[in-house]
C-alpha cells in the first residue's frame, strides 16, 4: 500500500558524511552510532552503506537492537552493557557488551565471557564505571577491546571537555584494553587530542550538525514528503486549526498535508515551519495537530489534492524552530513513512 507519507534517504549523503568524519578522525578510525533503528533511517540499509563505506566500528544501545542488526559479521558494541536478563543472548552473539558498572563487570566475569568494552565515567555522571575502579583493579582479567568514555558537553566550548579528556589519556596503559575512544560527532571537531584510537559519530552521519566546524562538512540525509489531503480556500478573517490560532488576514488558498507531531513534526513547527512546492515556500499556518498540518499554498496555484510537497527538515535550522534538539527530530520520525533510498 503506498503510504501518505515518505522519507527520502540520500545514501551517497550518509556515505560521504562517513568518508568525512573519518578523514577528520586522522589516524583514529571512524565507527558509527546505528542505535535507535539507525536514528530513525533504517538500521539494515544504514549499516549496508556505512559498511560499504568503509566502516568497520557499529554501536547500538540494547541487546534487542543488536539482535536487529543486520547479519554482515560487522564488529558490534552495545552500550547499555549486559543486564542478567541479557546474558544468554550476549554469550551466544558474536557483539560486545559495554560494561558499564562494577556489577555488570562481575556478572561477565562469573559467566566466562569474553571480549567485551567498558565504558568509564569521567564526568558526564551516566553510565560507566569511575576512573578510580579502574585504577583499583576491577577490570583486572577482563579482555577489554576499547576503554571508552562519552563527552558530556562537547558541542560546547567547555572546560568539562579537557578535563574528560585529561581523565581518558591518564588511564592509557592502566588495563590491558587495545584502544581508547571518547569523541562523538561533536567530539571529533574538538581535534586529534580527542580521537584518541576510535571516534564514535552519530548525529553528524544523518546530517546533523551538532558543532559549527561541521557545518561545511555534513551534508542532509533525510528529506520528509507528504501528500496534499485537500486544498481548500479560507475566508478572510475565519480561523484555521486548533484552538483557532491563525485567522486568515485576507482570503487564503490553504492545503492540508498528510503529517503531524505523530510523524515527529513537532507542535513547535506551528505557525513556523514551511513546506516546499518546487521554488515556492509554503510556510505552515496555525497549530500542528496529530496528523495533519496546514500551509499557505497561495504561491502554488498548481498544487491540487494528491500532490506532494518537500517538509523543510534541515536540521540545525529545524531544531531553532521547532525548539527540539536534532537527535529528537531524528529519531521522531516515525513508522508512517515509507522509506526511500536513493
Given at each position: 500500500?503506498?503510504?501518505?507519507?515518505?522519507?527520502?534517504?540520500?545514501?551517497?549523503?550518509?556515505?560521504?558524511?562517513?568518508?568525512?568524519?573519518?578523514?577528520?578522525?586522522?589516524?583514529?578510525?571512524?565507527?558509527?552510532?546505528?542505535?535507535?533503528?539507525?536514528?530513525?533511517?533504517?538500521?539494515?540499509?544504514?549499516?549496508?552503506?556505512?559498511?560499504?563505506?568503509?566502516?568497520?566500528?557499529?554501536?547500538?544501545?540494547?541487546?534487542?537492537?543488536?539482535?536487529?542488526?543486520?547479519?554482515?559479521?560487522?564488529?558490534?558494541?552495545?552500550?547499555?552493557?549486559?543486564?542478567?536478563?541479557?546474558?544468554?543472548?550476549?554469550?551466544?552473539?558474536?557483539?560486545?557488551?559495554?560494561?558499564?558498572?562494577?556489577?555488570?563487570?562481575?556478572?561477565?566475569?562469573?559467566?566466562?565471557?569474553?571480549?567485551?568494552?567498558?565504558?568509564?565515567?569521567?564526568?558526564?555522571?551516566?553510565?560507566?564505571?569511575?576512573?578510580?575502579?579502574?585504577?583499583?583493579?576491577?577490570?583486572?582479567?577482563?579482555?577489554?577491546?576499547?576503554?571508552?568514555?562519552?563527552?558530556?558537553?562537547?558541542?560546547?566550548?567547555?572546560?568539562?571537555?579537557?578535563?574528560?579528556?585529561?581523565?581518558?589519556?591518564?588511564?592509557?596503559?592502566?588495563?590491558?584494553?587495545?584502544?581508547?575512544?571518547?569523541?562523538?560527532?561533536?567530539?571529533?571537531?574538538?581535534?586529534?587530542?580527542?580521537?584518541?584510537?576510535?571516534?564514535?559519530?552519530?548525529?553528524?552521519?544523518?546530517?546533523?550538525?551538532?558543532?559549527?566546524?561541521?557545518?561545511?562538512?555534513?551534508?542532509?540525509?533525510?528529506?520528509?514528503?507528504?501528500?496534499?489531503?485537500?486544498?481548500?480556500?479560507?475566508?478572510?478573517?475565519?480561523?484555521?486549526?486548533?484552538?483557532?490560532?491563525?485567522?486568515?488576514?485576507?482570503?487564503?488558498?490553504?492545503?492540508?498535508?498528510?503529517?503531524?507531531?505523530?510523524?515527529?513534526?513537532?507542535?513547535?513547527?506551528?505557525?513556523?515551519?514551511?513546506?516546499?512546492?518546487?521554488?515556492?515556500?509554503?510556510?505552515?499556518?496555525?497549530?500542528?495537530?496529530?496528523?495533519?498540518?496546514?500551509?499557505?499554498?497561495?504561491?502554488?496555484?498548481?498544487?491540487?489534492?494528491?500532490?506532494?510537497?518537500?517538509?523543510?527538515?534541515?536540521?540545525?535550522?529545524?531544531?531553532?524552530?521547532?525548539?527540539?534538539?536534532?537527535?529528537?527530530?531524528?529519531?521522531?520520525?516515525?513508522?508512517?513513512?515509507?522509506?526511500i533510498w536513493g
Amino acid at each position: 500500500m503506498d503510504a501518505p507519507l515518505r522519507l527520502r534517504i540520500d545514501g551517497a549523503a550518509l556515505a560521504g558524511n562517513w568518508r568525512a568524519l573519518a578523514r577528520l578522525s586522522g589516524r583514529a578510525a571512524c565507527g558509527a552510532a546505528v542505535k535507535a533503528d539507525a536514528y530513525g533511517l533504517g538500521v539494515e540499509r544504514a549499516v549496508m552503506t556505512l559498511a560499504n563505506a568503509g566502516c568497520r566500528d557499529f554501536f547500538v544501545a540494547t541487546w534487542a537492537e543488536a539482535a536487529a542488526f543486520p547479519p554482515f559479521g560487522l564488529p558490534l558494541s552495545v552500550l547499555h552493557g549486559v543486564r542478567e536478563a541479557d546474558l544468554p543472548l550476549a554469550l551466544a552473539m558474536p557483539a560486545r557488551p559495554v560494561l558499564n558498572t562494577a556489577g555488570q563487570v562481575a556478572r561477565w566475569k562469573a559467566a566466562g565471557g569474553g571480549v567485551c568494552d567498558v565504558m568509564v565515567d569521567t564526568g558526564m555522571n551516566r553510565l560507566g564505571v569511575s576512573v578510580a575502579e579502574v585504577r583499583d583493579g576491577l577490570l583486572d582479567g577482563l579482555a577489554i577491546e576499547t576503554l571508552m568514555s562519552h563527552l558530556a558537553s562537547a558541542d560546547e566550548d567547555s572546560g568539562l571537555n579537557e578535563r574528560q579528556r585529561a581523565a581518558l589519556a591518564g588511564l592509557a596503559g592502566v588495563t590491558g584494553a587495545r584502544r581508547l575512544s571518547l569523541a562523538n560527532s561533536a567530539g571529533i571537531a574538538l581535534g586529534e587530542r580527542y580521537h584518541f584510537d576510535l571516534t564514535r559519530p552519530g548525529l553528524a552521519l544523518y546530517g546533523g550538525v551538532p558543532r559549527a566546524e561541521l557545518a561545511g562538512v555534513v551534508r542532509p540525509v533525510v528529506f520528509p514528503q507528504a501528500e496534499v489531503l485537500q486544498r481548500r480556500t479560507v475566508r478572510q478573517g475565519e480561523t484555521m486549526g486548533y484552538n483557532a490560532t491563525w485567522t486568515a488576514p485576507c482570503d487564503t488558498e490553504v492545503a492540508i498535508l498528510n503529517i503531524g507531531y505523530a510523524d515527529g513534526y513537532f507542535r513547535g513547527f506551528s505557525g513556523a515551519g514551511r513546506a516546499l512546492a518546487g521554488e515556492a515556500v509554503l510556510p505552515v499556518i496555525g497549530r500542528v495537530s496529530m496528523d495533519l498540518v496546514a500551509v499557505d499554498v497561495g504561491t502554488a496555484p498548481g498544487l491540487r489534492e494528491g500532490d506532494w510537497v518537500a517538509v523543510d527538515l534541515r536540521l540545525p535550522e529545524a531544531a531553532r524552530t521547532s525548539g527540539m534538539s536534532q537527535y529528537e527530530l531524528l529519531t521522531s520520525l516515525g513508522g508512517r513513512y515509507a522509506r526511500i533510498w536513493g
